[in-house]
């Protein structure tokens, strides 16, 4: 937050909160250096499963969250995922990866990178993350 007054981006307004300014620029700068800064530090593992195993499994959200080719898949019903991705804590990697039989292969097709948001309540994709970490912005 300091760094977002610092830079510009958020303005202090005292009792009535704080405010985001120059929100497309921000945005511009979080689709630049999300991939190349923050989501290399976010790596939890490399697994694999059996063949298509992720189509039929449903995510509890609050423990973890689709991301990448596979919630866009579920958005669009088009692609065929390559890699699968998934956000979840360190506290819930293990019975993420018994429930779902994941093994864990340093090329495998399964990424699991930590979650660096609170769990979302109401959201309404409910087991995909937010389209910002899957989806470029033209």
């Not at 593992?45 to 189509?55: M, Q, S, T, V």
């Not at 919630?71 to 669009?76: G, I, M, Q």
């Not at 699991?112 to 937010?130: G, S």
Request: glycine share 6%; aromatic share 10%.
């Amino acid at each position: 937050m300091k760094e977002l007054k610092e830079l510009g981006f958020l303005l202090d307004m005292g009792k009535r909160g704080l405010r985001l300014l120059q929100k497309e620029k921000l945005l511009q700068r979080w689709v630049t250096a999300y991939p190349e800064q923050l989501r290399p530090k976010l790596t939890l593992g490399h697994f694999r499963g059996d063949p298509e195993w992720w189509r039929q499994t449903k995510l509890d959200p609050l423990k973890a969250q689709w991301g990448g080719e596979v919630a866009a898949e579920r958005l669009t019903q088009y692609l065929q995922p390559q890699i699968v991705t998934i956000y979840t804590t360190p506290q819930q990697l293990n019975q993420l990866l018994a429930e779902n039989r994941l093994r864990n292969d340093k090329t495998g097709d399964v990424e699991i990178l930590k979650r660096f948001w609170k769990p979302p309540e109401m959201w309404q994709y409910k087991d995909l993350v937010h389209r910002f970490l899957f989806m470029r912005i033209s």
